[in-house]
């Protein structure tokens, strides 16, 4: 009977010791701490989302309703239409209470806080400008007051000559201040075109971001999928 066999093995090795459960315990053992030691999945998750949000925040497109530049075009048109001192002052008054409106608004919008700066830049050189004209006009009175009196006096000559002087004065000046409305506008147009530009870059970052947010997704998924899977059992071979 001793040389009987079952499925290829002797009878007699089935009284041989199995050495191969220890090992095949110890590899469980391992392959579980393993997977323990591997980061929770929810844990994974989270982190993801915490990353997609930071990346959005960043990278976040302004919404802006409002043309900031508008305020300094309006503030040269009223200081070109400014014929005496008062107009003047008031031209001046303007664009003061619009640079602290818009400097409170740079603080609360700070999306659109280099558009905001451009704006205010542009106000206070209306400010010194509008300083500039006061003089002006204030001695363009006092040259208007001696051709006056030079005509009085029947100095024709010294007369035309002062008011062709006051004559040329004031159409430097028109022109001058014809060239603030136009550098105004100019820088208004560049504004809104680095305005374009940046919401440009930000919409393809955030495509960027999406894409890898989508990666980082599927990542995640598959993750999860071979955590779900079994552990492969440990092959247990049984020797002589």
């Known amino acids: 009977m001793s040389g ?3 499925s290829g093995v002797r009878a007699g090795e089935f009284c041989q010791p199995q050495t191969a459960a220890p090992e095949g315990k110890k590899l469980a053992e391992a392959l579980r ?10 844990e994974m998750m989270k982190e993801a989302r915490e990353k997609a949000a930071e990346r959005e925040k960043m990278f976040k497109i302004p919404q802006n309703s409002q043309r900031y530049g508008d305020a300094a075009l309006l503030a040269y048109s009223k200081l070109a239409r400014a014929r005496t001192l008062g107009d003047v002052d008031a031209a ?3 664009a003061r209470r619009q640079i602290a409106r818009l400097r409170a608004a740079k603080r609360g919008d700070s999306d659109n806080a280099d558009r905001i700066q451009a704006a205010i830049n542009q106000l206070q050189k209306a400010v010194n400008r ?3 004209k006061r003089r002006e006009i204030s001695q363009e009175k006092l040259t208007a007051r001696r051709q006056a009196r030079l005509e009085r006096e029947k100095r024709t000559q010294e007369a035309k000559r002062l008011g062709h002087q006051l004559r040329g004065r004031q159409t430097m000046r028109a022109m001058r201040e014809s060239g603030y409305m136009r550098e105004a506008q100019v820088d208004n147009r560049l504004q809104d075109q680095l305005s374009a530009s940046r919401l440009e870059m930000r919409a393809q970052m955030q495509e960027v971001a999406d894409r890898t947010q989508t990666s980082v997704d599927a ?4 993750y999860a999928a071979a955590s779900a899977e079994p552990a492969p059992s440990p092959e247990i071979t049984i020797q002589a």
């Open 92 to 94: 001046s008054g303007y």
């Open 4 to 6: 009987i066999s079952v």
């Open 130 to 132: 509008a300083g500039r």
């Open 33 to 42: 701490e393993k997977r323990d030691s591997q980061p929770d999945l929810t």
């Open 219 to 222: 990542a995640v998924r598959e």
